[in-house]
């Protein structure tokens, strides 16, 4: 019998876009799949659109709840998903009817596969990207030409395998609103052995100003989400060269989030020992980093202070400076 898939939607003020993502899910060539469609306190009328959809197809769900984000109304579709593989699409998107065919084409082997996808903008271009293809056992070396090209942390385009979510006991975390699909995948490849890239591009993926990503989150949050990634890949940290780029890319983030920190829109989200904390983790990171390579950031005279600044390895005399230049 043919491999059950569930797709999870997260959906927020999409009665826009509802009828054109569901559409082009009952349009699918492979017909062994749920839909689970999770309503996160919509205000329009996308509630009242799934349940339409839920009485004309018995593979559909709804669920309704109020208003807590992508990652909520996520995990809620993982408690009522019944597939061997998970597969989330975003509601302003869409994908072309042939788009669990292709994941069916692959075998169970296949920890994480993963597609291309059709970039659309509001002007009405199209990009398409699917240029390469991975078949990779190495994860730290596959996590790295993915990241690389901007594609690692996406939840949209993925096939995951529910029985590694669960046994794993794997959720979005609900604390944080910036990068909680990177920080998904980066808990679930902690138990993968094989990632896989097709290349095709059957997902087209939609930039809407309204869309559900676009919710709220603070540089508090951002930071949160970069040291839970960091502390997930630190399972692979025996490979040196994956290490030195994990170091690399968290380290330019705790350099501008607690620059960003210290300006005034953001000064009440930290206490005096939170900003402490992170710029002793920040000094902490750095004895261990060949800094030769190290890019702060855009080239100014603020940020030409600022690496002025880090010269020193005085937590207390940077947080001063700081202070003093950015509020």
């Known amino acids: 019998m043919a491999v059950k898939y569930s797709i999870?939607?997260?959906?927020?003020?999409?009665?826009?876009?509802?009828?054109?993502?569901?559409?082009?899910?009952?349009?699918?060539?492979?017909?062994?799949?749920?839909?689970?469609?999770?309503?996160?306190?919509?205000?329009?009328?996308?509630?009242?659109?799934?349940?339409?959809?839920?009485?004309?197809?018995?593979?559909?769900?709804?669920?309704?709840?109020?208003?807590?984000?992508?990652?909520?109304?996520?995990?809620?579709?993982?408690?009522?998903?019944?597939?061997q593989y998970i597969l989330f699409i975003d509601s302003d998107d869409w994908v072309e009817s042939t788009f669990l065919e292709e994941y069916a084409k692959i075998t169970e082997s296949e920890d994480l596969v993963y597609q291309g996808y059709v970039g659309e903008f509001t002007d009405g271009r199209s990009v398409v990207h699917a240029d390469w293809q991975m078949d990779e056992r190495d994860i730290p070396k596959a996590i790295m030409s993915l990241w690389q090209r901007d594609n690692f942390g996406y939840t949209w385009m993925k096939r995951y395998k529910r029985s590694i979510i669960e046994e794993n006991q794997i959720r979005f975390d609900t604390k944080i609103f910036f990068r909680e699909d990177t920080v998904f995948t980066a808990q679930y490849c902690r138990y993968c052995s094989s990632i896989r890239v097709l290349p095709v591009a059957l997902y087209h993926y939609q930039e809407n100003l309204d869309s559900l990503l676009h919710t709220r989150f603070n540089v508090k949050e951002m930071l949160d989400a970069d040291r839970l990634i960091y502390n997930h890949f630190s399972v692979y940290f025996a490979n040196k060269a994956f290490k030195r780029f994990t170091d690399g890319w968290f380290l330019v983030n705790l350099h501008n989030g607690i620059k960003k920190s210290y300006v005034k829109e953001n000064a009440s989200l930290f206490t005096h020992e939170e900003r402490i904390y992170l710029i002793n983790s920040c000094l902490a990171l750095r004895k261990e980093y060949d800094m030769s390579s190290f890019k702060y950031s855009a080239h100014s005279f603020l940020n030409t202070?600022?690496?002025?600044?880090?010269?020193?390895?005085?937590?207390?005399?940077?947080d001063g400076v700081l202070k003093l230049i950015l509020r």
């Open 8 to 83: 999870i939607v997260p959906i927020f003020n999409a009665e826009k876009y509802l009828d054109r993502c569901v559409g082009s899910i009952l349009s699918q060539t492979y017909v062994n799949w749920e839909l689970i469609l999770v309503d996160d306190g919509s205000s329009d009328n996308s509630g009242k659109i799934c349940d339409e959809y839920a009485m004309n197809d018995s593979r559909i769900m709804v669920f309704h709840q109020t208003n807590t984000g992508p990652g909520a109304a996520r995990n809620v579709g993982l408690s009522h998903a019944s597939g």
């Open 305 to 318: 202070l600022l690496r002025a600044v880090w010269i020193t390895n005085r937590s207390s005399l940077i």
